[in-house]
């Protein structure tokens, strides 16, 4: 993925059905030629429980960022019970240790 040189990943808030919600990391860039947002959420652990409702998230967020989702689930441990889930889902998991 490439995006703007010197462009950060920054947190973004959106209002869905009224409420205000945080994205954690925000930033937009090109995949394969099309254009695609980054979407981050940082944890301090990772498990199956985190990743299921990170996609619900993303469900809603879905429909207010009107581009493909790269979906990273950033944190210091990542659980094993978290890594199928994260395939079958598309959600990239990045730890810095992982059991």
Request: with cysteine.
């Amino acid at each position: 993925m490439k995006g703007e040189p010197g462009y950060e990943l920054k947190p973004l808030f959106l209002f869905v059905n009224g409420e205000r919600e945080q994205i954690d990391l925000y930033g937009e860039g090109t995949k394969d030629g099309e254009e695609v947002c980054v979407v981050c959420e940082c944890k301090a652990r990772i498990y199956e429980r985190d990743v299921r409702a990170f996609v619900r998230k993303l469900s809603r967020w879905e429909l207010y960022l009107k581009k493909p989702v790269v979906a990273v689930l950033f944190g210091f441990l990542v659980h094993p019970s978290a890594e199928w889930i994260a395939k079958v889902h598309r959600v990239i998991l990045v730890g810095a240790l992982q059991r």
